[in-house]
C-alpha cells in the first residue's frame, strides 16, 4: 500500500506552510493546474512551460524488478494527467534499506529495481539522467521527472463541462497512449488515480473545474480478483478509497467520443477501460451512487 498523508491532513499542512502563496520575495506562486500532483510554471522562455512531478513508494510487490517498473509509470502518470505525452528527462530516488543486512541480496535487490526504473523510463521513450541514493531503515523508491512543453500540449486539468463523461483508462499499463489520446479526442479534464482513490481523486479533480460542476460515479472498475482481495485487506474498494499505484487516468471527456476512446485505447494497451461517471451540474463535489445502485465491472485483458 502506497502510505499517503490523508487528504485534509495535506491540505492543512499546505496552507499552514503557505506553500501556493506569493513568496516572501514577490515571486508568484506555480501556474494553477487544478488538483493533479504535476506543477507546470512558466520559464524565462514566453509561452514555454516546464511541466514536472516526483513520487517515491515503500516495496508493494516482492519483486524489485517490477517494484521499479510501477514506480517509475506512477512517477510518470501525473504528466501523462495533463496531457504531456512525452518525459524529457527523469531523476531515480532511492532508499537502500539497512535492514538488508545480507550484503549480496541488498545488492541483487536493488540492482534489480533500478534496471526496472530505467527500463521502463525507456519503454516510455525517456531515459534517467540522475538521482539521489541514500541509506533508509525503509526501502524507498521512486523519482522524478520533467517536461518543457508548449501550451497546446497540455491539457489543463479544469474544463469539465456538465453532459461529460468520466472514464477510467489503462489500469494495467503505462498511461502514455491514454495521454495521446486525450489530445486526439479532446479530453477536457484528467488526473491519475493513485494514492487517494477512485473517489478520492474525483472529489480533487471535481473541485478544480472552472465550471459549477459534480461527478457522479455509477460504475466502479475493478482488476479481476480486486473485490474478493478486498474483502480481506479492508482498504475501502468498494467505496472508491482504495489506493491504486500505478493506477489509470480518470478523463473527463464529450460523451459522443467516450466510446471511440476507450475503444482505440484498448487496441493499443490490450486492457479494456470503461466508463465509470457523468459530469452534471454541481458545487465541485464527487460521488458514488448508493451501494444498490453501483456497478462494479471487471476490466479484463483483450490481447
Not at 532511492?94 to 523510463?121: H, I, K
Amino acid at each position: 500500500m502506497h502510505d499517503v498523508v490523508p487528504q485534509a491532513e495535506l491540505l492543512a499542512l499546505l496552507e499552514a506552510s503557505g506553500i501556493g502563496e506569493t513568496a516572501s520575495d514577490g515571486a508568484p506562486p506555480a501556474e494553477p493546474v487544478g488538483t493533479d500532483d504535476c506543477s507546470i510554471t512558466p520559464t524565462a522562455v514566453k509561452g514555454v512551460w516546464l511541466a514536472q512531478t516526483t513520487d517515491f513508494f515503500y516495496p508493494l510487490v516482492d519483486d524489485p524488478y517490477v517494484m521499479g517498473k510501477i514506480a517509475c509509470a506512477n512517477v510518470l502518470s501525473d504528466l501523462y494527467a495533463v496531457g504531456v505525452v512525452h518525459c524529457d528527462t527523469m531523476l531515480m530516488l532511492l532508499g537502500v534499506s539497512t535492514q538488508l543486512a545480507d550484503s549480496d541480496v541488498r545488492r541483487v535487490a536493488t540492482t534489480l529495481c533500478m534496471r526496472g526504473f530505467r527500463d521502463l523510463a525507456a519503454a516510455a521513450g525517456t531515459r534517467v539522467t540522475g538521482g539521489q541514493t541514500v541509506r533508509n531503515p525503509w526501502y524507498l523508491v521512486g523519482g522524478v521527472a520533467s517536461a518543457v512543453v508548449a501550451e497546446a500540449q497540455l491539457i489543463r486539468p479544469v474544463n469539465a463541462l456538465p453532459g461529460d463523461v468520466l472514464a477510467v483508462a489503462s489500469m494495467a499499463r503505462l498511461n502514455q497512449n491514454a495521454a495521446k489520446l486525450m489530445h486526439k479526442y479532446g479530453a477536457h479534464a484528467a488526473t491519475d488515480v493513485t494514492g487517494f482513490g477512485l473517489l478520492g481523486h474525483a472529489s480533487n479533480l471535481a473541485a478544480g473545474q472552472d465550471a459549477s460542476v459534480d461527478f457522479v460515479i455509477h460504475t466502479m472498475p475493478l482488476l479481476p480478483h480486486a473485490l474478493a482481495l478486498d474483502k480481506v485487506t479492508c482498504f475501502g474498494l468498494d467505496a472508491g478509497k482504495s489506493p491504486e499505484t500505478s493506477g489509470g487516468l480518470l478523463v473527463a471527456l464529450p460523451a459522443d467520443v467516450a466510446a471511440p476512446f476507450l475503444e482505440e485505447l484498448s487496441r493499443l494497451d490490450g486492457w479494456s477501460g470503461c466508463v465509470v461517471g457523468d459530469v452534471v451540474e454541481g458545487t465541485g463535489k464527487a460521488r458514488l451512487l448508493a451501494p444498490d445502485q453501483l456497478t462494479f465491472r471487471t476490466i479484463e485483458c483483450v490481447l
